[in-house]
């Protein structure tokens, strides 16, 4: 099973250059109206909505640059074998960061299970309707020595519930990826795998 | 005075996926049933919202005031019982005489070894991840 995260696609990012052009723009134009009055008459004296729309404008550069920039975080592509394991059996995780791989500084695998449900939160003036999750298994596997590329071996325990998936209630395996990369957020990814009951024995 | 029971041919309630699950359904009502239903489910209850499925359900039907039937339904592999820190699971055998709905419950354990798998608390807080995702 290969596993690929990416935070979007090239067409996502294209549009994100665009709206940041487009707020850049925005900006040079209400720069140079003023900048022409302000050599007309000697005085700069904005309207009220001409500074919120700057405001705006300003903030909206700065969000659509930071989700350009994630655009060349580097991202892990995951091929988890075999991609369904027995309780008290284990599999492999293969990783390889794509993107700028220099930039990893450090990161951590884990295998995590966890109860997963619906429930209705009745404290407010209407129920609400949220899902809890609550781990019942998380076992850091070793740090690897190489980030780029690599594999590790992972055990899973004996004893305990396998993957379990109803309407409201969930039980799910996934193995946890961390990374630490320069320049950017921590980045967080989950890959589900599927845990199957015991194989009985004898 | 009337009653409608559920005798498992074995004394202990806890059985291993693909035992069979033998026994018999007796009742004793004044007025005879038109049909008695007799299904076999797994329900959840805990924190969240509780769910139910029927696995098997089997009817009888033409009976008389005071009578006795027997059952045999073959449990699944899974879902196992279970208890954790939201949810639990367990297994039902529930009888129910129409159309009085007089009904009547046994619950049961159904996991490996016939045991309930029981979920150990790991860190990590219960976290409301529908608020992460709004």
Redo the contacts between chains.
Sequence with gaps: MVLRTRPFSFWQFVLWVLASAGAAAVIYFMGEVHLVNFNATGVLQPARLDIGVLVFAVGALCWFVTRCWKYFDPYPEVRITPGAAPLGSSFDVEWIFRGSKRRVRSMGIALEGREEVMAENKTGKRARSQRLTAPFYVENSETPQKIGKGHVHVQVPEGLMPTFESEKTRIVWLVRFENQIKWGARMKYEFPVQVLPEVARG | MDSLQIILARTSAEFE?GNDLVGQLTWNISKAPDRVELRLFWT?F??????S?IVQAVTFDRLLTFDSRAFKFKLP????S?R????S?SWVLEATAFPSRRNVRKHFIMG?AGKE?V?????????????K?A
């Design positions: 996926p959840t805990g924190v969240g919202i509780p769910e499925k592999q899974f879902p196992y279970y954790g820190k939201l949810m699971l490996p798998v979920l150990p608390s790991a860190d990590g807080e219960v976290f409301d991840a529908s608020r995702a």
